[in-house]
């Protein structure tokens, strides 16, 4: 599973009907938390610059990566880790470690870079 992007479901609120939804998003495994649940990082394409973290935002653009069928310059968003169960991984997209392995190290490094600084800041 580490290294596979896959399209995960996620619960979220949706202001204008005012009740929970539910929607796809694609993510990159980097890990097992335990027996059911996975360590991964959001993609998405970030419509706001501001919202956008100009170091750990992995930027992707469609024609550099075409196994992945991005529809527009998306975001591996490296300082935005989220657990994913199992139950809640849907269809897989790619093996982005295997197709893209110079990406994946780059996106492996800014994850442990923000981790040490994270620990840093908390010590």
Wanted: hydrophobic share 40%.
């Amino acid at each position: 599973m580490t290294g596979k992007m896959y399209w995960a479901i996620f619960k979220y609120y949706d202001i204008m009907k005012k009740k929970m939804a539910f929607k796809k998003r694609p993510v990159l495994i980097i890990g097992k938390a335990d027996q059911k649940d996975y360590v991964a990082l959001p993609v998405s394409r970030v419509t706001q610059r501001e919202h956008l973290d100009l170091h750990y935002d992995f930027e992707m653009q469609s024609k550099d990566y075409p196994a992945l069928s991005l529809r527009a310059t998306s975001y591996i968003r490296t300082h935005k880790q989220t657990i994913v169960n199992q139950g809640e991984l849907a269809d897989r997209i790619a093996d982005f470690k295997e197709e893209y392995p110079d990406a994946y190290i780059s996106v492996i490094a800014l994850v442990e870079e923000f981790q040490k600084e994270l620990i840093n800041r908390a010590i």
